[in-house]
């Protein structure tokens, strides 16, 4: 296929050059009716760029087939045999694979190291999940995903499971032996779901952790947002073999999805596959180069330490890590990875991507250059100088997960819609979550010392009113 060719763009810059009048939506109408304000904070190519799909980038009937050309693209860039995409996030992308892969009261393997949008996806299809345990590190306070020997006795346990879906990686960096869980699946005629929405530039690199489909998952899901050039909400999802079909695929997505799809996520997929086909391998040999480099400095620094594959990867650990996730052990300098984090968007407005309270993780990308790493080893030398500045870490104990397994007594669907009291559970480290609030607002009982807003009543009519607990 000709790579050099991007059609969501091509079909953009045509819609431009025609000076095609749209009396659709968008109402700005190439920014024609924004504040003037609004354009010079965004730019006028923005709202130039922001156009229907429909009756804007393509036509009526979608004849030119401008976004199926660029699908087809992205799958022929990453071999994969079908390739849709979502321009609502891999939050949408997770939930439309569940959907495809287990209906109702029907049992889907699932690593309990998900993201909240498995959570949704379990409840919106009222799917029975089988949790299948990440592997614990003790002393590292960590989770990696769990072993393929965890699914293993799952798969034994629950033969009438549809199928499994695993993290990886995780926002830590760690993968999970793909290949050995799909094998386990697949001589059940089952397939797997990998949710790997860190893993955008795993295709497009042999030294980086082998991307899922390499491996044998039957869907995919990337964030191109993440860890691509891709802008926010850029999702996409491969799908390969027969275990799950394209029209069930399209359609679970097409129930989730809005009908108002942005041109400009859809350009910015196009255009990161074009770039990693044509210069990918290259720009992310320049990556890992810069990322050993980097790893390297902040070893020198006194009381800091880098995780490498010796902490994380091994016998009851992950399987492989992805080392464009610079994670920083903190334990050397007493100080928890949220105050360190706050310290340097404060002090040297430096944004780090996940902490906890032992570490804090700077996420590298083919996007990073000398300037950027320099402030950020800088802005880390000056935080250890700074260490006086920083409360020491509380002592905190973290229970075995043993301790903290809760039995499963009903379908995550029927308790979130069910009646329920609301517990609020105070933290030293955080605000209450809104999360919590979500399910049941605070509307008697005595207030809330909780300082994150009360939500409106979810205005379920059927739902029991109760007080709150603080
Ligand atoms: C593991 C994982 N899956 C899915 C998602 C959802 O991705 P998105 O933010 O693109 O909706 C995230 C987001 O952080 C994630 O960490």
């Known amino acids: 296929m000709d790579h050099t060719k991007a059609p969501v763009l091509d079909a953009l810059r045509a819609y431009q050059a025609q000076e095609q009048l749209p009396f659709t939506p968008p109402g700005h109408k190439q920014g024609r009716g924004a504040d003037p304000r609004v354009r010079a904070a965004l730019g006028d190519a923005l709202f130039d760029a922001d156009m229907l799909a429909v009756s804007g980038l393509d036509d009526r009937t979608q004849s030119q087939k401008v976004l199926e050309r660029a699908e087809e693209l992205m799958a022929d860039a990453v071999g994969a045999e079908h390739t849709f995409f979502s321009t609502c996030g891999s939050s949408l992308s997770v939930k439309a694979a569940m959907l495809s892969v287990a209906g109702p009261h029907e049992k889907l393997l699932v690593a309990r190291d998900a993201h909240k949008s498995v959570i949704s996806g379990l409840i919106l299809a009222g799917i029975r999940p089988v949790w299948v345990d990440p592997q614990w590190d003790p002393d590292l306070h960590l989770a990696h995903p769990p072993a393929p020997e ?13 199928g499994a879906l695993v993290t990886s990686p995780t926002p830590y960096g760690t993968c999970a032996d793909i290949k050995a869980i799909a094998t386990l699946c697949h001589e059940r005629g089952l397939p797997v779901i990998v949710d790997e929405a860190w893993g955008a530039h795993l295709p497009f690199h042999p030294e980086l952790p082998t991307w899922a489909m ?16 891709g802008l926010e909400q850029g999702s996409v999802f491969h799908l390969q073999g027969a275990l799950v079909t394209a029209a069930t695929l399209a359609s679970r997505a097409d129930l989730l999805d809005t009908t108002s799809p942005s041109v400009l996520i859809y350009a910015a997929l196009d255009g990161w596959r074009r770039q990693m086909v044509e210069g990918g391998h290259e720009l992310l040999d320049g990556t890992l180069r810069r990322v050993r480099r980097v790893r390297a400095a902040i070893e020198e620094i006194d009381g800091l330490h880098v995780n490498d594959r010796q902490d994380f990867c091994g016998p009851k650990r992950a399987f492989d890590l992805d080392p464009l996730q610079v994670f920083i052990d903190l334990s050397g300098v007493r100080f928890s990875g949220y105050d360190a984090a706050d310290w340097l968007r404060r002090n040297h407005r430096i944004n780090l991507h996940t902490s906890d309270h032992r570490r804090i993780n700077a996420t590298l990308t083919h996007a990073d250059d000398d300037t950027t790493t320099t402030r950020l080893l800088n802005g880390l030398r000056d935080l250890v100088a ?7 870490a509380p002592n905190i104990h973290i229970p075995d997960p043993g301790d903290l397994r809760l039995r499963q007594a009903t379908l995550p669907r029927d308790a979130f819609f069910g009646d329920v009291e609301q517990v609020h559970r105070r933290s030293p480290l955080l605000p209450c979550s809104p999360t919590f609030l979500a399910v049941r607002p605070c509307l008697q009982g005595p207030p809330c010392r909780c300082r994150t807003p009360r939500p409106t009543d979810l205005g379920g009519g059927h739902r029991r009113r109760v007080p709150v607990r603080t």
């Open 214 to 229: 390499d491996a044998g998952a039957d869907v995919c899901i990337t964030s191109v947002h993440k860890m691509g050039s």
């Open 386 to 392: 700074s260490a006086d500045e920083l409360p020491p």
């Open 150 to 162: 965890a699914f293993r006795s799952a798969l034994e346990q629950h033969p009438d499971a549809r």
